[in-house]
T-cell receptor, first 114, second 113 residues
Framework: AQSVTQLDSQVPVFEEAPVELRCNYSSSVSVYLFWYVQYPNQGLQLLLKYLSGSTLVESINGFEAEFNKSQTSFHLRKPSVHISDTAEYFCAVSSSGNTGKLIFGQGTTLQVKP | ETGVTQSPTHLIKTRGQQVTLRCSSQSGHNTVSWYQQALGQGPQFIFQYYREEENGRGNFPPRFSGLQFPNYSSELNVNALELDDSALYLC????????????FGAGTRLSVL
């Protein structure tokens, strides 16, 4: 069975400060890893994904995440956050080769303060 | 290219009633997955449909059922509604292949009174 643990339920940070949202997963098979963002009263938007290849993946809006197989982690980072980054962030895992069923973490609320 | 659309956006039902939620998949996608997101929680996988057949199911009772149509749109049906069924229901579409990357709609907020 697979599971995802997001280690922080809330992360308050000041605008222009760096941030890291932590995600650890558990799986006995190879995985694909994802970060989704959810703004209030909206669905989930894909932020970035790791399928294979380079362990560092980047999004178009400045976020990056690094796949660390030995530590079974996929932490999300941004060097300088904006007020508009305030949202709920979900880490998710799926097994390579199956239906693509996503297992989500509980979510981390990023609160960017002016 | 159209994204994933869900209807209705909000719904209020009473305990014991039945509800049908609808989802239109993104253009070019042949697979639809449904998730339930309770307040303050991450989404939970309900089931997936591929080529009009159920292609995987999560830990949900049989009163949660679905359909996929030839145009790849989908319905989620829930019978005998319970208070705990109150949640945001999310539909995601994808294409079978590497990563099976899922793209989500805005969801249907169901309140059961």
């Amino acid at each position: 069975a697979q599971s995802v643990t997001q280690l922080d339920s809330q992360v308050p940070v000041f605008e222009e400060a760096p941030v890291e949202l932590r995600c650890n997963y558990s799986s006995s098979v190879s995985v694909y890893l994802f970060w989704y963002v959810q703004y209030p009263n909206q669905g989930l938007q894909l932020l970035l994904k790791y399928l294979s290849g380079s362990t560092l993946v980047e999004s178009i809006n400045g976020f990056e995440a690094e796949f660390n197989k030995s530590q079974t982690s996929f932490h999300l980072r941004k060097p300088s956050v904006h007020i508009s980054d305030t949202a709920e962030y979900f880490c998710a895992v799926s097994s390579s080769g199956n239906t693509g069923k996503l297992i989500f973490g509980q979510g981390t609320t990023l609160q960017v303060k002016p | 290219e159209t994204g994933v659309t869900q209807s209705p956006t909000h719904l209020i039902k009473t305990r014991g009633q039945q509800v049908t939620l609808r989802c239109s998949s993104q253009s070019g996608h042949n697979t639809v997955s449904w998730y339930q997101q309770a307040l303050g929680q991450g989404p939970q996988f309900i089931f997936q449909y591929y080529r009009e057949e159920e292609n995987g199911r999560g830990n949900f009772p049989p009163r949660f059922s679905g359909l996929q149509f030839p145009n790849y749109s989908s319905e989620l049906n829930v019978n005998a509604l319970e208070l705990d069924d109150s949640a945001l229901y999310l539909c995601a579409s994808s294409s079978q292949g590497r990563g099976n990357i899922q793209y989500f709609g805005a969801g249907t907020r169901l309140s059961v009174l």
